[in-house]
């Protein structure tokens, strides 16, 4: 993979710090929903997978809740949680303090390797894919879900405006995200079997834009971008940017909307059992008599 030490999108480390301070206080109520949604989503999906798995590991799950998920489905034998804080893997039998991006696994180590909201915060996401493309066994599955996409656009959108308005200029405060058809290609890239990403939107509903901020906030996930303004933003701005988002992005009862893009992402490590693609030139009918026929159904 290139070396991509001169590009750090994210800081780390105060993610790291803002998701101890997230545990030390009292968490806002309902403030995991998206930890939910996804991990509820997941473990569907993963029941349809008819395969029982031995050694699985979920990676960055943050409070558990696919652990939780995985356990309850009968279809794991041993699982292994992955978090960057240790504080998070408190009363966990088996659990390991690593980072995404510096899996702690040897390869062909595992069968399953579930995430959830952890993947779009890494700097080196390719490579985090490849090295779990590694400690999976052959035929081994891959499931994650993370934000993508639209996802806080009008955030996005609200905080720039009121800041072009007022300051002249404009500075990175909301997270870039990836769409679904980039998604698919990292899969690829990866050297993942039988790749499949598509996307979830969820619209969620707030009183105002300091309610939706307060909810990242309690997620750990404030601005954590490397190339962030070191200036306290000012009160005027916040202000102004809440007054744009409820003009543009707000429902007739005054609600304002705040969307998050989940793309899911599956993937096997390469078996020679798993279905093959059709070989070039070895279709015995033609796609242009395929359509022939398609066009006569529609006459």
């Not at 390797?113 to 599955?141: C, F, W």
């Not at 693609?277 to 796609?287: D, H, Q, V």
């Amino acid at each position: 993979m290139p070396d991509i030490s001169d590009h750090q999108v994210f800081d780390r480390a105060l993610l790291d710090r803002r998701r101890q301070r997230w545990l030390d206080a009292k968490p806002r109520p309902g403030v995991g929903f998206l930890l939910r949604t996804v991990a509820d989503e997941l473990g569907d999906r993963l029941s349809l997978v008819e395969r029982r798995f031995a050694v699985a590991v979920e990676l960055g799950g943050h409070t558990g809740e696919m652990a939780a998920r995985l356990r309850t489905g009968g279809q794991v034998d041993r699982l292994l949680r992955i978090e960057r804080l240790a504080a998070l893997l408190e009363g966990e039998e088996l659990a390991c303090v690593g980072d995404e991006e510096a899996l702690p696994l040897a390869d062909d180590s595992v069968d399953l390797v579930v995430s959830t909201l952890s993947l779009h915060l890494t700097n080196d996401t390719p490579g985090t894919l490849v090295q779990i493309r590694r400690a999976l066994r052959p035929d081994g599955l891959f499931l994650c879900g993370f934000l993508g996409g639209e996802t806080l656009s009008e955030l996005r959108t609200a905080l720039l405006a009121a800041e072009a308005e007022i300051t002249g200029g404009v500075s990175p405060r909301v997270a870039p995200f990836t769409d679904v058809r980039d998604a698919g290609g990292l899969l690829q890239r990866a050297g993942f079997a039988l790749p499949v990403a598509d996307q979830d939107r969820l619209i969620v509903r707030y009183d105002t834009l300091f309610d939706l901020m307060a909810d990242l906030r309690g997620m750990g996930t404030a601005n954590m971008l490397v190339e962030r303004s070191r200036r306290p933003a000012s009160r005027r701005l916040f202000l102004r940017a809440a007054e744009i988002y409820a003009e543009r992005f707000s429902d007739p009862d005054g609600r304002i909307r705040a969307t998050f893009d989940v793309l899911y992402l599956s993937g096997w490590r390469p078996h020679d059992s798993q279905q093959k693609p059709l070989r070039p030139g070895s279709a015995r009918t033609s796609l242009a008599a395929a359509l022939k026929d398609r066009s006569d159904d529609l006459t």
